[in-house]
């Protein structure tokens, strides 16, 4: 995981804490291991950022309470989220606006090769409930494992 542009709506210590629960959560049903990469020299295989409007992919961003997030599948390894948005973090207390830590592993099983699912509870599913103490549902599971095999 590499990080090049950040939001100003969270340090940067959150933002990162916050990436590695929601990779951690795709790792602990998984024999995956993520890395944060820091140097320049070594490449990432997913790279995240934070834009706003048009950003060069042909999905821009349509500001506040729109397209929050996107990524590439894993050929890409891109994760880009809307600077726009009200950011926040539920484990800090805060309420209102959009809470990264459901988003982010949201677009993190997208980058790992996962699509939408129809299953409503699932965090695959297209629409993004906030719910504390998020877990994977059983079909997120059933879904990361088909593709990496169980830890």
Do not use: C
């Given at each position: 995981?590499?990080?090049?542009?950040?939001?100003?709506?969270?340090?940067?210590?959150?933002?990162?804490?916050?990436?590695?629960?929601?990779?951690?959560?795709?790792?602990?049903?998984?024999?995956?291991?993520?890395?944060?990469?820091?140097?320049?020299?070594?490449?990432?295989?997913?790279v995240i950022n934070f834009f706003a409007?048009?950003?060069?992919?042909?999905?821009?961003?349509?500001?506040?309470?729109?397209?929050?997030?996107?990524?590439?599948?894993?050929?890409?390894?891109?994760?880009?989220?809307?600077?726009?948005?009200?950011?926040?973090?539920?484990?800090?207390?805060?309420?209102?606006?959009?809470?990264?830590?459901?988003?982010?592993?949201?677009?993190?099983?997208?980058?790992?090769?996962?699509d939408h699912t129809n299953v409503p509870?699932?965090?695959?599913?297209?629409?993004?409930?906030?719910?504390?103490?998020?877990?994977?549902?059983?079909?997120?599971?059933?879904?990361?494992?088909?593709l990496y095999g169980k830890p």
């Amino acid at each position: 995981m590499e990080t090049y542009a950040t939001t100003t709506a969270l340090t940067k210590a959150e933002q990162r804490k916050t990436m590695a629960r929601a990779l951690d959560i795709w790792a602990n049903e998984t024999n995956l291991k993520f890395n944060y990469v820091k140097s320049k020299k070594v490449s990432a295989d997913i790279v995240i950022n934070f834009f706003a409007g048009a950003h060069g992919d042909g999905q821009p961003f349509d500001g506040p309470s729109g397209t929050l997030a996107h990524a590439s599948l894993p050929t890409g390894g891109v994760v880009h989220f809307d600077d726009e948005e009200d950011w926040f973090l539920s484990s800090k207390g805060q309420e209102g606006g959009t809470e990264m830590f459901i988003v982010a592993a949201h677009e993190f099983g997208h980058t790992l090769g996962l699509d939408h699912t129809n299953v409503p509870g699932a965090l695959m599913y297209p629409f993004y409930s906030y719910t504390p103490n998020l877990s994977l549902h059983k079909d997120d599971i059933e879904g990361i494992q088909s593709l990496y095999g169980k830890p």
